[in-house]
């Protein structure tokens, strides 16, 4: 009897443990909005024992990158402040305001980014207890990558700006010509409804235009690459987004604003 009682137990086991994992994948197909509140009841339980060995983990790939991307860095920031400064200089010319937040910006770090949906979200190690709010935009390298969505007592979820389901009106600096930015979920940019007969050329900048206290105008997006197609008077205007949308290790929130009610 005892050695039956020891054949059945694991395959009693694995029986309970197929029916529960069915019930859970069940629970999450019929009622999609369980999945986020799953995975954020996981975080909160899991928050303090896994802080450590993230930390341990960013500390050696800042390192890893430092070394390795150092060259490539410098050249960028050269490249950047050359760019910055005739930016700013064609922008006083035309009597362009530039922005500078007053409020600050909160840090956070990349905690989660789930591979299936890499160009739509995001979650951060900072949330309501550090001032994050719902609706705050996201930057990274000073350039627009966001905009919070959800926010917890100690994390946050951000909605990327490639996000099939992202809009927000943006600006072209030099011609002040305003329009919307949209991704695709695919790591691209467009700007929409723009006249066709508008003649934008490359490497124009796109920064944001007024979208409330949560999002200040005059943030960086990026640069036109581009021109796709017309339609019904409108043209689509490819756009290369400013930040490393690959390499988001450390982000900035925008703390400005009242709390979105």
């Not at 949906?117 to 966001?146: M, N, Q, Y």
């Not at 043209?235 to 703390?255: C, K, M, N």
Request: proline share 4%.
């Amino acid at each position: 009897m005892n050695i039956l009682d020891r054949e059945l137990k694991p395959w009693l086991h694995g029986v309970v443990s197929v029916l529960l994992g069915f019930c859970v994948l069940w629970s999450m197909i019929t009622f999609p909005e369980l999945h986020f509140t799953f995975v954020d009841g996981v975080n909160s339980i899991l928050y303090y024992p896994e802080k450590p060995a993230i930390e341990l983990r960013n500390i050696l790939k800042y390192s890893s990158n430092w070394v390795l991307e150092r060259a490539s860095l410098q050249e960028r920031v050269t490249e950047l402040e050359h760019t910055n400064r005739a930016l700013s200089e064609e922008m006083q010319r035309s009597g362009i305001k530039i922005f500078v937040p007053k409020e600050g910006n909160v840090a956070a770090k990349v905690m989660l980014r789930y591979p299936d949906d890499w160009w739509h979200e995001f979650r951060i190690d900072k949330g309501r207890k550090d001032g994050i709010k719902e609706g705050a935009a996201v930057t990274s390298e000073g350039f627009l990558i966001g905009r919070v969505v959800r926010a917890g007592q100690n994390y946050a979820w951000v909605q990327m700006i490639t996000s099939s389901s992202f809009l927000i009106a943006a600006a072209v600096d030099e011609t002040r010509d305003l329009g919307v930015i949209n991704g695709d979920d695919k790591g691209n940019l467009t700007l929409l409804y723009i006249p066709e007969e508008r003649r934008l050329k490359n490497g124009m900048g796109i920064s944001t235009s007024l979208m409330g206290k949560h999002v200040p105008p005059g943030i960086p997006i990026g640069r036109i690459i581009g021109v796709k197609e017309s339609k019904d008077g409108f043209q689509s205007i490819r756009i290369q987004a400013g930040a490393h949308l690959t390499q988001l290790y450390s982000v900035e929130v925008y703390s400005g604003g009242d709390n979105i009610k």
